[in-house]
């Protein structure tokens, strides 16, 4: 059985168990059916290769920024990285995703609903985002990458944190759209978590610092 044939085991088994550890197998048969190695991707995306080798065996959840370097890195759209039975956008097709039925992702700072999965190559990627809080005193990480981003929220509220303007509080009904090559974070100042209608815009060209 060759390592691809055994991921494709291994998958099958933790999809159908429905389990999120499936995530990493999955970015590893798309490396493995690229004959690429994990050193080769970190060149690619920016990231190291320790850090790919954790992602692949689940022990750390990528942020949304680094979603994008192992999609740039792999060459392939970030629908991929969750649905690899997904399709490129066509004239006159459509997608639909029932409430709750999303591809979910969680990270330390964020939890993501990704939305119309089963299309690759999307001009814009929509999210359904639970926005977490974090500890008193303690600045959040800001990511960067290009593209631009739009911002509902739908419950809650929240800051949004940039490394250009002073941060901005929003409430439930309001928006933001901003320049994701500038640093930015939002966090949950609600009691619960806030969620918002996260958009964003598509990247075609390579991922850089």
Request: with cysteine; glycine share 6%.
């Given at each position: 059985m060759t390592a691809v044939e055994r991921v494709n085991k291994q998958l099958?088994?933790?999809?159908?168990g429905k389990m999120d550890s499936s995530f990493g197998l999955r970015l590893r048969r798309l490396r493995l059916g690229q004959a690429l190695t994990m050193q080769q991707v970190a060149e690619r995306s920016g990231l190291a290769a320790s850090t790919i080798s954790k992602v692949e065996?689940?022990?750390?959840?990528?942020?949304?920024?680094n979603l994008l370097r192992l999609a740039d890195g792999l060459g392939v759209d970030v629908a991929e990285l969750f649905n690899q039975q997904s399709n490129a956008m066509a004239w006159g097709r459509r997608s639909v995703t029932r409430r709750g039925e999303g591809v979910k992702h969680d990270s330390p700072q964020y939890d993501y609903e990704m939305l119309c999965a089963d299309l690759s190559k999307k001009h814009f990627i929509p999210l359904i985002t639970v926005i977490k809080g974090r500890p008193t005193?303690?600045?959040?990480?800001?990511?960067r990458h290009p593209g631009e981003?739009?911002?509902y929220v739908l419950s809650g509220s929240v800051d949004v944190y940039?490394?250009?303007?002073k941060p901005l509080s929003l409430k439930s009904g309001?928006?933001?759209?901003f320049d994701s090559n500038?640093?930015?974070?939002l966090v949950s100042t609600?009691?619960?978590e806030a969620q918002v209608i996260w958009v964003c815009s598509r990247v075609t060209a390579p991922l850089s610092e």
């Open positions: 099958a088994i933790r999809e159908s065996n689940n022990q750390i959840s990528p942020s949304y920024e005193g303690t600045p959040p990480e800001l990511l981003e739009f911002v940039t490394d250009q303007y309001d928006s933001c759209y500038m640093g930015h974070a609600s009691e619960e």
